[in-house]
């Protein structure tokens, strides 16, 4: 689930979790290449992040556009490891290189605030939190309707 944050970033709530944990950056780390995943909500900055329409500026949750996600603490953006399509390829954070496995859209599902994320590389994957403990992985795992 996208929760809106007062400075207009977004925590991204995972499902999993019953919304107690979020997408973060480990360690908090600012480099290039650190792990992307989830960890229960703790305040930190790199739980948020800023959702920028690659084509039209903005963060509304809207589904025809295509977003990249930039990390508020690091700035750099989410990244799939050497662009491979693959179900269980790592998610880490990268700078913006504006290659499709850096770019999301969004489709949802449940009671609306929730919403598969996919690569735009290959919308035949999506992002997974791959358990519901704290340092869980995110990695990509093969998209069914």
Known sequence: ????????????????????????????????GANVQQWEINGANCQDWILEAVTDPGTSMDTS?????????SGLVMDIV????????????????????????LRAFGSGNYYWIRSLADEGFALKAESS????????????S
């Open 65 to 73: 556009l295509v977003y990249t996600f930039e990390n508020v603490n």
């Open 1 to 32: 689930m996208f929760a809106p944050n007062s400075d207009g970033s977004y925590k991204i709530r995972t499902r999993v979790t019953g919304e107690g944990s979020a997408v973060e950056v480990a360690d908090g780390s600012t480099a290039s």
């Open 82 to 105: 050497n662009g491979s399509m693959t179900a269980g390829t790592n998610v880490q954070q990268w700078g913006a290189n504006g290659f499709d496995c850096q770019k999301w859209t």
């Open 133 to 144: 403990a704290n340092g869980g992985n995110i990695d990509l795992a093969e998209y069914s």
